[in-house]
């Protein structure tokens, strides 16, 4: 069974930064892409940063070089620096393989003004 549990959210104020992990534990294959996705209030859910099996990094446009996902062994890691109020948002490690799509709990993340 496959479990992915995200820690590392909370209250930063503006300017500030934090580290999102993503422990995933269970046996996964044929990856496809592992992202970081996000859903602020009011908002549809939209992908942050994703990274191919093949090593390849994307990002959204809104990142402007603020943030970096990387992985070690079975962590996922999205680095959020220099976070603004439209930052505010559920933040979900999401790996998808060819055949299943997996996510993790969420983990909230408040930035003040």
């Known amino acids: 069974q496959v479990r992915m549990v995200e820690s590392g959210g909370g209250l930063v104020q503006s300017g500030g930064s934090l580290r999102l992990s993503c422990a995933v534990s269970?046996?996964?294959?044929?990856?496809?892409?592992t992202s970081w996705d996000r859903q602020r209030p009011g908002k549809q859910c939209e992908s942050v940063a994703h990274g191919s099996a093949g090593g390849t990094t994307t990002y959204a446009d809104f990142v402007m070089g603020r943030f970096t996902i990387s992985r070690d062994g079975g962590t996922v890691y999205l680095q959020m620096n220099s976070l603004s109020p439209e930052d505010t948002a559920d933040y979900y490690c999401r790996i998808l393989t060819t055949t299943h799509d997996y996510w993790g709990q969420g983990i909230q993340v408040t930035v003040s003004s």
């Open positions: 269970g046996s996964i294959s044929s990856v496809l892409v």
